[in-house]
T-cell receptor, first 110, second 113 residues
Framework: SQTIHQWPATLVQPVGSPLSLECTVE??????LYWYRQAAGRGLQLLFY??????ISSEVPQNLSASRPQDRQFILSSKKLLLSDSGFYLC?????????FGPGTRLTVL | DQQVKQNSPSLSVQEGRISILNCDYT??????FLWYKKYPAEGPTFLIS?????DKNEDGRFTVFLNKSAKHLSLHIVPSQPGDSAVYFC????????????FGSGTQLTVLP
């Protein structure tokens, strides 16, 4: 069966510091991968998606970036965090119609 | 421009009664619709979906209805249970290799014992 891992589960970072969130998927090959953010009281906003290694598409302009160095690994990064980057970050994968989500990372930028 | 809208941020229902969650969309190119359930501090879990060529899909206590002419879908939960209390998101997909989903803002369902 397929599983998706995200780490860390929670993170508190100062403004201006870098960020690296990692997501890995097991039990499937060549999945589509996605990064979402849920701000407090808001819906899910798609940040990035990837259809293959090295292929990244950005949905919204921001100071975040994503990379896919391996088939089942997706990384969300920032060189300098802003206060507005606080939120709940979710990684997801899909092969067919449905997307399946990881447990999420709660990021607080102080 | 919100292409998928959930106009009710919250809904309270008595245990054993029916819960009806609504969702409206504007993009006629959406071809597949999904409902997700989310508990606090967890990732959303997939509940049920429906293709645009159907008007109803049922899975146990959960039924999704699609009215394409009205661009409206709804999720019915019968009977509602306290464990159903969560945020429910509807999502819509356009065809294409990336299979992106557009999510609504969610509805907090509270089932009262």
């Amino acid at each position: 069966s397929q599983t998706i891992h995200q780490w860390p589960a929670t993170l508190v970072q100062p403004v201006g510091s870098p960020l690296s969130l990692e997501c890995t998927v097991e039990g499937t090959s060549n999945p589509n991968l996605y990064w979402y953010r849920q701000a407090a009281g808001r819906g899910l906003q798609l940040l990035f998606y990837s259809v293959g290694i090295g292929q990244i598409s950005s949905e919204v302009p921001q100071n975040l970036s994503a990379s896919r160095p391996q088939d089942r690994q997706f990384i969300l990064s920032s060189k300098k965090l802003l206060l507005s980057d606080s939120g709940f970050y979710l990684c997801a994968w899909s092969v067919q119609y449905e997307q399946f989500f990881g447990p999420g990372t709660r990021l607080t930028v102080l | 421009d919100q292409q998928v809208k959930q106009n009710s941020p919250s809904l309270s229902v008595q245990e054993g009664r029916i819960s009806i969650l609504n969702c409206d969309y504007t993009n006629s190119m959406f071809d597949y619709f999904l409902w997700y359930k989310k508990y606090p501090a967890e990732g959303p879990t997939f509940l049920i979906s429906i293709s645009s060529i159907k008007d109803k899909n049922e899975d146990g206590r959960f039924t999704v209805f699609l009215n394409k002419s009205a661009k409206h879908l709804s999720l019915h939960i019968v009977p509602s249970q306290p464990g159903d209390s969560a945020v429910y998101f509807c999502a819509a997909r356009t065809s294409g290799s990336a299979r992106q989903l557009t999510f609504g803002s969610g509805t907090q369902l509270t089932v009262l014992p």
